[in-house]
């Protein structure tokens, strides 16, 4: 997958504005970033240590609590989603964009809009759907 694909879903959530957080793209809805390009600063490179990095581009991805957070991680291991120590205690995962599939992405986008979206928003999205 790539960002293209990632401006393509989140063009169907209503809502979504694209910003700029921290210099990278974010897409928010209700304010609230709920995806966002996150690439390695230099501190998160030098904690890879020996490890290489994960390639291609990377995207944060927000979810409901930390509870959420270790699930996703726990079911999505191998579909490209993870964590860095930058990450600990925030409500967010990262997505290695060329391991995850269409529709992984898609459901996983569709969850961190949902963590932010307004009810009335996000009910009328999911009946509609």
Do not use: C
Not at 5 to 34: C, I, N, Q, S
Not at 64 to 77: F, I, P, T
Not at 96 to 123: I, N, T
């Amino acid at each position: 997958m790539s960002l293209g694909d990632v401006e393509r879903v989140v063009a169907g959530l209503p809502g979504t504005e694209e910003v700029a957080r921290h210099g990278a793209r974010t897409w928010a809805v209700g304010g609230k970033a709920y995806a966002w390009v996150r690439p390695f600063s230099k501190a998160d490179l030098k904690r890879f240590g020996d490890e290489a990095p994960p390639e291609g581009p990377i995207l944060a991805l927000a979810v409901e609590d930390l509870a959420e957070k270790e699930a996703v991680l726990a079911a999505r291991a191998g579909d490209g989603f993870f964590t860095i120590p930058h990450f600990n205690g925030y409500a967010a995962v990262l997505v290695q964009l060329d391991k995850v599939s269409e529709g992984v992405l898609m459901e996983a986008l569709l969850d961190a809009w949902l963590v932010h979206a307004p009810a009335a928003v996000a009910k009328a999205h999911l009946e509609g759907r």
